[in-house]
């Protein structure tokens, strides 16, 4: 009887991104920028980024709304509940590293 054929393994998926200080550095940067944008539009006093970059409905206007509604918030109590899970799914995002 012959013994079984062995099988090539496969890679094993990559969970952490190759460089952890990289990844996470560049998360805590973009989470530094949207905590900016927030304290400029609330130091504005007239909280015009508010609806600025909202994305408006059957408007050729509203379409820019789609880039930069994810990076406005309505203000600080938003901003402080979606900073957790940005960092984490922002990190995990970045498991295959950054393009060369």
């Known amino acids: 009887m012959a013994a079984?054929?062995?099988?090539?393994?496969?890679?094993?998926?990559?969970?952490?991104?190759?460089?952890?200080?990289?990844?996470?550095?560049?998360?805590?940067?973009?989470?530094?920028?949207?905590y900016l944008a927030e304290g400029v539009d609330q130091a504005s006093g007239n909280n015009a980024l508010d609806n600025a970059g909202a994305i408006v409905p059957r408007s050729v206007d509203g379409l820019t709304g789609?880039?930069?509604?994810?990076?406005?918030?309505?203000?600080?109590?938003?901003?402080?509940?979606?900073?957790l899970p940005f960092l984490i799914f922002g990190f995990l995002a970045m498991a295959g590293g950054f393009a060369q």
Request: proline letters at 12%.
């Open 66 to 83: 789609i880039l930069t509604a994810p990076l406005l918030h309505l203000g600080w109590g938003h901003l402080v509940s979606n900073t």
């Open 4 to 34: 079984p054929a062995s099988t090539p393994r496969r890679p094993i998926a990559r969970v952490l991104p190759p460089s952890l200080r990289t990844a996470a550095g560049t998360m805590l940067l973009f989470t530094a920028l949207l």
